[in-house]
T-cell receptor
């Protein structure tokens, strides 16, 4: 069974700093998707960034980028120039392409301080 | 507007009662999911469905049941067998064999009184 592990329950940085959230996963499959979702206090889940396993190039969305290490089964999220609005829970997620089962990690609570 | 709608937003259940949470999507998505979220924990998968009339158990299916009679609807019933049902429940949908991205509803907060 696929599992997703986020080893940092909480993180806190100052505004404008760069922060990296860690995620590791376990799977025997070769084709899959990885995601980072953000959950602000409203509890609405918002997709931050996605990565297809077959792509070697790391995904980037504005201030958000990932470091995808397929062999190490690692998928970290880097937030550059952090903003107060980035304060939220961040979840790493895995979806197998065949079974379409979407599994989440335990989450990292990120606080951006002014 | 296309989207995924959960209702109600807040739900109260008495001990021993079954309750049904609604999830409707008009995104023409094939796959739908139900998750439970407890304080300090991540999203745990209850059930998911890849196509109409088919669904699979997730990691914490005991005490829950689902149906998928229509593509756009995936209701979740919390039965009296679920001993600790107070939680936040999230429904999601995705294209299935497509992009993989899941879209989420606003959630339902269930409280046992």
């Amino acid at each position: 069974a696929q599992t997703v592990t986020q080893s940092q329950p909480e993180m806190s940085v100052q505004e404008a700093e760069t922060v990296t959230l860690s995620c590791t996963y376990d799977t025997s499959e070769n084709n899959y998707y990885l995601f980072w979702y953000k959950q602000p206090p409203s509890r609405q889940m918002i997709l931050v960034i996605r990565q297809e396993a077959y792509k070697q190039q790391n995904a980037t969305e504005n201030r958000f980028s990932v470091n995808f290490q397929k062999a190490a089964k690692s998928f970290s999220l880097k937030i550059s120039d952090s903003q107060l609005g980035d304060t939220a829970m961040y979840f790493c997620a895995f979806m197998s392409q065949g079974a379409q089962k979407l599994v989440f990690g335990q989450g990292t609570r990120l606080t951006i301080n002014p | 507007d296309g989207g995924i709608t959960q209702s109600p937003k807040y739900l109260f259940r008495k001990e021993g009662q079954n309750v049904t949470l609604s999830c409707e999507q008009n995104l023409n998505h094939d796959a739908m999911y139900w998750y439970r979220q407890d304080p300090g924990q991540g999203l745990r998968l209850i059930y998911y469905s890849q196509i109409v009339n088919d669904f699979q158990k997730g990691d914490i299916a005991e005490g829950y049941s689902v149906s998928r009679e229509k593509k756009e609807s995936f209701p979740l019933t919390v039965t009296s067998a679920q001993k600790n049902p107070t939680a936040f429940y999230l429904c999601a949908s995705s294209w299935g064999q497509g992009t993989g991205e899941a879209f989420f509803g606003q959630g339902t907060r269930l409280t046992v009184v």
